[in-house]
């Protein structure tokens, strides 16, 4: 069993930086995979970013490359999400999700999530 707890969203203007943290707590965290998300009303949850198990393989969704960087610090069992230049359409509820079967960017596969952190982009 893993839990997960985001924090650090907020109101933003476009064009500003948030620092997403996601703090797992139970055994084996540095055994998962862990993923970025994000879901604005009305539409599908959709993937942002993964990084591999011992940080050393990620992955982005296309709309964040160059933008967002994720990172992970086993010793403290915390992911993070740093999105700079921020734009309106990145605002969403973010959730960060750890992934036993590595499969990184299929929401449907990830086996534990965390509440989300709601983060808007002012234009």
């Known amino acids: 069993q893993v839990q997960l707890v985001e924090s650090g969203g907020g109101l933003v203007q476009a064009g500003g930086s948030l620092r997403l943290s996601c703090a797992a707590s139970?055994?084996?965290?540095?055994?998962?995979?862990m993923g970025w998300f994000r879901q604005a009303p009305g539409k599908e949850r959709e993937f942002v970013a993964a990084?591999?198990?011992?940080?050393?393989?990620?992955y982005y969704a296309d709309s964040v490359k160059g933008r967002f960087t994720i990172s992970r610090d086993n010793a403290k069992n915390t992911v993070y999400l740093q999105m700079n230049s921020l734009k309106p359409e990145d605002t969403a509820v973010y959730y960060c999700?750890?992934?036993?079967?590595?499969?990184?960017?299929?929401?449907?596969?990830?086996?534990?999530w965390g509440q989300g952190t709601q983060v808007t982009v002012s234009s």
């Open positions: 999700g750890a992934d036993r079967r590595r499969t990184y960017r299929d929401f449907r596969e990830y086996d534990y």
């Open positions: 139970g055994r084996a965290f540095s055994s998962y995979a």
């Open positions: 990084i591999s198990w011992g940080g050393g393989s990620t």
